[in-house]
């Protein structure tokens, strides 16, 4: 047989970080995935004679390591394979504005941008002019180059009317389909667990592994100036209460 491509993984969450068992589990699949590595090693101990080579060779400690590339990220990716804690509907999100507003040039000099989806202004993350420039943030009368905000309304000064100003923030919407979850900071040792099943193969052939165990050590989030985002997970696979570390199977 020959496996070509990235193949598939899916992954099932089984306790969440509490370690709570779930009881009806939705498989994730890893969406638009990149490549994927299995990594399975023992520590060997030698015993020597008189001689050079060694008389007797048997395995100690093994451990199953796998890493993940993927094109694509959900709520119930991270969440279920990752975080294990508690998700709801709808979405936190920031608005980084590349289109800008005047200043009115009449009093009180307000702007108040415009929410995506309906949503309801939470946070801001500042002001700056067209030319790059950051405005200070004040508590009120902002006086040139200030602003002061609440509530989603940003005063100006009078010395600033008809600028174009670029005004980012922090919001919250209401969704049926997106999810947040906020990471709490839990005890050491908790940590949701994972079963993991990988496929590959070519021409009507292929190989597939499950791994019955698994947590998930690291989530990396790395962007590039001209680049797709391509986030990778790290698993390690152990043991499960029957003694069942994985399972492989050919079809050749």
């Known amino acids: 047989m020959h496996a070509f491509g990235s193949g598939v993984v899916w992954g099932t969450p ?3 970080a509490n370690g709570a068992a779930i009881a009806n589990p939705t498989p994730v699949m890893c969406g638009v ?4 590595s299995v990594d399975i090693s023992f ?5 020597y004679g008189q001689q050079q080579f060694p ?13 993940a590339k993927l094109g694509k990220l959900n709520g119930a990716t991270l969440n279920n394979l990752f975080f294990g804690q508690t998700m709801s509907a ?11 507003t005047a200043i009115p040039a009449i009093t009180p000099f307000t702007v108040t941008p415009t929410v995506p989806s309906s949503g309801t202004w939470q946070q801001d993350l500042g002001v700056m002019d067209a030319n790059g420039n950051l405005f200070t943030r004040v508590a009120s009368s902002p006086t ?8 989603g309304v940003y005063t100006f000064a009078t010395a600033d009317a008809g600028k174009t100003v670029f005004i980012s923030f922090n919001y919250s919407a209401t969704s049926t389909v997106a999810q947040k979850s906020t990471i709490m900071n839990l005890p050491m040792g908790a940590v949701p667990t994972i079963r993991l099943d990988l496929s590959n193969g070519h021409a ?8 019955f165990n698994c947590v998930s050590s ?11 985002m391509i986030p990778e997970m790290d698993f390690s696979a152990f043991a499960d209460p029957l003694g069942r570390v994985g399972m492989w199977s050919t079809a050749d």
């Not at 520590?43 to 015993?47: A, F, P, V, Y």
């Open 14 to 16: 089984l306790t969440d």
């Open 33 to 36: 995935l990149q490549d994927v």
């Open 43 to 47: 520590d060997t101990k030698q015993l």
């Open 55 to 67: 008389v007797a060779i048997a395995r100690g400690k093994g451990k199953v390591d796998l890493k």
């Open 90 to 100: 709808g979405a936190v999100l920031n608005h980084y504005d590349v289109v800008g």
């Open 144 to 151: 040139t180059g200030q602003y002061s905000v609440s509530a």
């Open 204 to 211: 009507g052939k292929g190989m597939s592994l499950s791994f």
């Open 218 to 228: 690291k989530l990396q989030l790395g962007s590039k100036l001209d680049d797709f």
